[in-house]
């Protein structure tokens, strides 16, 4: 009887570890996964990822944006154009629309998001996106 419940329950015990070696390997899948995105800190202290801001396709570690910073590194205040990532430049993947987060309006691929680039003293720069070629055409 008694080795009757020891075989019972060393049963039990390796089905359990089936179950949680499962579980660790769907959780590490997962973790990969998001460990190719690239991630921020927003204001808040939260961790978010880099998302495009034409197309909002999360970006990955090793893509980068099209993007061209005019006037030298040495000022507070840099101008900033930006084209787009590799899912919507040169060519947007299917599906993919590049959007301007300002005026909502679908931004031509021959077209640009204006930003302005703050070196800030932490060390950090912060972008903040003023317009698309057409919305931000007048003013200035
Ligand atoms: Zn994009
Ligand atoms: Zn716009």
Same mark, same amino acid.
Not at 79 to 88: F, K, Q
């Given at each position: 009887m008694d080795y009757f419940f020891l075989f019972a329950s060393s049963l039990v015990i390796i089905f359990a570890l089936m179950l949680f070696g499962k579980y660790k390997k769907t %959780?590490?899948?997962s973790n990969q996964k998001n460990d190719n995105l690239r991630t921020q800190k927003n204001e808040h202290g939260a961790v978010e990822f880099v998302r495009c +801001? %034409? #197309?909002?396709? +999360? %970006?990955?570690?090793n893509e980068d944006m099209f993007s061209r910073i005019y006037r030298p590194m040495t000022t507070h205040d840099q101008r900033m154009t930006v084209h787009? #990532?590799?899912h919507c430049? +040169? /060519?947007p993947e299917p599906g993919v629309k590049r959007m301007c987060p300002v005026c909502g309006k679908e931004v031509p691929l021959e077209g640009e998001l204006i930003? /302005?680039?703050?070196?800030r003293t932490e060390g950090k720069k912060h972008v903040m996106i003023t317009g698309c070629t057409v919305c931000y055409k007048g003013r200035r």
């Amino acid at each position: 009887m008694d080795y009757f419940f020891l075989f019972a329950s060393s049963l039990v015990i390796i089905f359990a570890l089936m179950l949680f070696g499962k579980y660790k390997k769907t %959780l590490q899948q997962s973790n990969q996964k998001n460990d190719n995105l690239r991630t921020q800190k927003n204001e808040h202290g939260a961790v978010e990822f880099v998302r495009c +801001p %034409l #197309c909002s396709t +999360p %970006l990955a570690k090793n893509e980068d944006m099209f993007s061209r910073i005019y006037r030298p590194m040495t000022t507070h205040d840099q101008r900033m154009t930006v084209h787009g #990532c590799p899912h919507c430049y +040169p /060519r947007p993947e299917p599906g993919v629309k590049r959007m301007c987060p300002v005026c909502g309006k679908e931004v031509p691929l021959e077209g640009e998001l204006i930003a /302005r680039l703050f070196n800030r003293t932490e060390g950090k720069k912060h972008v903040m996106i003023t317009g698309c070629t057409v919305c931000y055409k007048g003013r200035r």
